[in-house]
């Protein structure tokens, strides 16, 4: 009798097509310098073509190919600059390939004396994508902001409702946002852009009312170091 039973809990992001909410090389607030590492992963025997198409905030997308071996990973350092020539960009990047593949991102602040600071973004994958994105336990005190984003991943513009609540489900603020195909927004400080107080235990929560997928997210910062957690939106309720 085997004693070995199967993880049935394991997570399997890999998929023809995944999605990073946002990568960039930009400067933040309190003199953060935001750069972007990607690692894509080929789990399989035949060797993956990946496409990485990068959606720039503002700008026109670029495209360009990577080939990764069989049970072969590759690391892509600042890629906004060494593989896609920008200085300053941001913006989503989806990975499309005939066979499946796995992603993630580094975004890491250079501009602290102490070093280097990051937060891991997962790329997910296309079909596990609800019409939902909830964050909860966001912190704005003791020396914390919090900023929130959605994607769209989808190749048609949609409306997406935000929702900020406290951690007794008051409704501090709600919106509809207007997304184009492939846009990521970012709401950089929360509590300044919605006039809320700040406080602990927020609630921000993103939903598509058209039934078109979204990636949501939030990314709480220190203020005195600019490290960052990074938080993918789950979808509860859908």
Known sequence: MSLVAPVASAL??????VVLPIIGRFAGAFGTQWH?????????SPIANVTMTFYVAGD???TTTIAIGPFSDVSLPDIVLNKFALATAAGQLILS?????EARAR???????????????????????????LMYGLSGIDGNRVNVGVA???????????????????????????????????????FSAYGIPPQDNLQV??????????????????????????V???????
């Not at 949609?158 to 997304?179: F, G």
């Not at 993918?232 to 859908?238: D, E």
């Open 152 to 190: 769209n991943p989808n190749a048609s513009s949609i409306v997406v409702t935000v929702a900020v609540r406290d951690k007794n489900n008051v409704l501090l603020h709600s919106e509809d946002i207007t997304l184009q195909a492939h846009e990521t927004r970012q709401i950089n400080d929360v």
């Open 97 to 101: 390939c005939p066979t499946s593949v």
């Open 232 to 238: 993918f939106g789950t979808g509860p309720n859908v």
């Open 36 to 44: 972007t590492d990607v690692f894509i992963a080929n789990p399989y």
């Open 107 to 133: 975004i890491y602040n250079t501009g602290n004396p102490a070093g280097q600071f990051g937060q891991n973004v997962p790329g997910l994958e296309m079909i596990t994508l609800r019409l939902q994105a």
């Open 60 to 62: 026109i997308q670029r």
């Open 12 to 17: 399997n992001i890999a998929d023809t097509t």
């Open 205 to 230: 929560g993103f939903n598509s009312p058209s039934g078109a997928v979204i990636y949501g997210y939030a990314s709480e910062v220190r203020n005195d170091t600019g490290d960052a957690i990074f």
